[in-house]
């Protein structure tokens, strides 16, 4: 089966950093994505890791290890507009994308 | 203006009424999908369609209907809409597959009473 597993609700505070894990089991593994998501708006792209280790970028980075089917998105100095859902998305070996639930992320001042 | 729009953003229909949601993209990519999300459910991804006049399942498909006859258009028919299709249904594009970026358009929120 398909099982993407990411906590549901998260809190952390203005400047800090917070690290938002993903656990997957699919039917083989193509990337993962991270996607944000505003309330009452749509996904939007953050980052994407096909090989293991950390892709960094600005404020956030994401790590991958395949071998754990494990993902991980760090957002580091943390703004109040960072609140929001973080989606993980795998694609799987028959080039399905699956989403997990998605991690609802609340800063607080 | 360039991008991917949907229509209508809200809608009501009644049990048993046929639903039509247009998607349309101006980028010409080649891939379009369409996705539900529900609350506990994420996103779960209904139709896609790697071309036009090709189109292939999701992971729930069912009481759903897609067409793709041009690039830039992928509407999506409930053909007798029930009350558990109540749910926000978004459409995206990606211009490399399921392994580039998908660009979403701003959802439709559908109610079925």
């Known amino acids: 089966g398909q099982n993407i597993d990411q906590p549901t609700e998260m809190t952390a505070t203005e400047g800090a950093i917070v690290q938002i894990n993903c656990t997957y089991q699919?039917?083989?593994?193509?990337?993962l994505f991270w996607y944000q998501q505003h309330a009452g708006e749509a996904p939007t792209f953050l980052s994407y890791?096909?090989?293991?280790g950390l892709e960094e970028k600005g404020r956030f980075s994401s790590f991958l290890s395949r071998s754990k089917g494990y993902s991980y998105l760090l957002l580091k100095e943390l703004q109040m507009k960072d609140s929001a859902s973080y989606l993980c998305?795998?694609?799987?070996?028959?080039?399905?994308?699956?989403f997990g639930s998605g991690t609802r992320l609340s800063i607080r001042p | 203006d360039a991008g991917i729009t949907q229509s209508p953003r809200y809608k009501i229909t009644e049990t048993g009424r046929q639903v039509t949601l247009m998607c349309h993209q101006t980028?010409?990519?080649?891939?379009m999908f369409w996705y539900r999300q529900d609350l506990g459910h994420g996103l779960r991804l209904i139709y896609y369609?790697?071309?036009?006049?090709?189109?292939d399942k999701g992971e729930v498909p069912d009481g759903y209907v897609v067409s793709r006859s041009k690039t830039e258009n992928f509407p999506l028919t409930l053909e007798s809409a029930t009350r558990s299709q109540t749910s926000v249904y978004f459409c995206?594009?990606?211009?490399?597959?399921?392994?580039?970026?998908?660009?979403f358009g701003n959802g439709t929120r559908l109610t079925v009473t």
């Open positions: 995206a594009s990606s211009d490399g597959g399921v392994n580039s970026p998908l660009h």
């Open positions: 699919t039917s083989g593994f193509n990337g």
């Open positions: 890791n096909v090989l293991d």
């Open positions: 998305a795998v694609v799987s070996s028959a080039s399905k994308i699956i």
């Open positions: 980028w010409s990519h080649s891939y």
């Open positions: 369609s790697a071309a036009a006049d090709i189109t």
